[in-house]
């Protein structure tokens, strides 16, 4: 059964440095989201991305954030210049036209240090 | 802005005990799902039910839409249950994203 998949599985940076989250959504989805869960806390919504242009973001999607298709596959969140705040577990979800139901990868756990 | 609870926030059951989570939404939703964070963090799909009933092994959920609420069945509870129960939902606006609920931590015991 086709997944959503997202890699690195865990990446530990530097406070400053810039990150890049990667993610495959299943093949035939064209509706791409990102979701944000801060340790011990429920799980928030960033943003979602459909037909190359984000369609909805959070108020924590600000400028430190954004998101690329840069290929027919991949599906990327970068931070620019990570804080410490910004430590969680990131889901990367996708969604086929037409229907409802989300599937989401098995996350990143991004730690800043 | 919609607000989803859960409840109980915790319970721990010994193993092969049954159990009924709930979650509340204040407003119409389009879709709902279930989740199971497992201790790695992984968000497992357990159910995508806007409505109606479905039954999976030893899980099944029941959303009553008209009422704001969904109930998730745990029977026979075994401890690789153990972990984080998730219920999301998005509302009739059409934006498709997901507002999680607060969660149940559910603890399974040997």
């Known amino acids: 059964e086709p997944e959503v998949t997202q890699t690195p599985s865990h990446q530990v940076t530097q406070m400053g440095q810039e990150v890049i989250l990667r993610c495959v959504p299943i093949s035939n989805h064209l509706y791409f989201y990102w979701y944000r869960q801060i340790l011990g806390q429920k799980v928030e919504f960033l943003v979602s991305?459909?037909?190359?242009?984000?369609?909805?973001k959070s108020e924590i999607f600000d400028d430190q954030f954004s998101v690329e298709r840069p290929d027919g596959s991949n599906f990327t969140l970068k931070i620019r210049s990570t804080k410490l705040e910004d430590s969680a577990m990131y889901f990367c979800?996708?969604?086929?036209?037409?229907?409802?139901?989300?599937?989401f990868g098995p996350g990143t756990r991004l730690t800043v240090l | 802005g919609i607000q989803v609870e859960q409840s109980p926030p915790d319970l721990i059951l010994q193993e092969g005990a049954n159990s009924t989570l709930r979650c509340n939404f204040s407003?119409?939703?389009?879709?709902l799902q279930w989740f199971h964070q497992n201790p790695w963090g992984q968000l497992i799909n357990l159910f995508y039910?806007?409505?109606g009933t479905k039954q999976n092994g030893r899980l099944s959920a029941t959303t009553v839409a008209t009422e704001r609420y969904s109930l998730l069945y745990i029977s026979s509870s075994q401890t690789t249950d153990s972990g984080v129960y998730f219920c999301a939902v998005d509302t009739t606006s059409g934006t498709y994203k997901y507002i999680f609920g607060t969660g149940t931590r559910l603890k399974v015991l040997a």
């Open positions: 979800a996708s969604r086929k036209w037409g229907y409802n139901e989300q599937f």
């Open positions: 991305f459909y037909n190359n242009e984000i369609s909805e």
């Open positions: 407003d119409s939703v389009n879709n």
């Open positions: 039910i806007p409505s």
